[in-house]
């Protein structure tokens, strides 16, 4: 499994998550004859930065 992080590819292409992964899935299938899944989520900087703001004593959620 990999992870690929795509936050500047959402602006790039100017879909959201869910149709870049469709976009991603379709081209994958026509190009190499591969079917792939998908998944989003939240990116884990969010929670780093949740930590760190709780690690200096400022509220963890804003």
């Known amino acids: 499994m990999q ?17 870049l992964a469709q976009l991603v899935r379709l081209r994958a299938l026509a190009l190499y ?4 899944t ?3 989520g939240p990116s884990r900087i969010r929670q780093v930065r949740r930590f760190l ?5 400022e509220p963890a959620c804003h």
């Open 38 to 40: 998908a998944a989003a």
């Open 33 to 36: 004859g591969v079917q792939t």
């Open 3 to 19: 992870a690929v992080h795509n936050t500047g590819a959402l602006r790039f292409f100017g879909r959201d998550a869910r149709a």
């Open 53 to 57: 703001h709780a690690w200096d004593g």
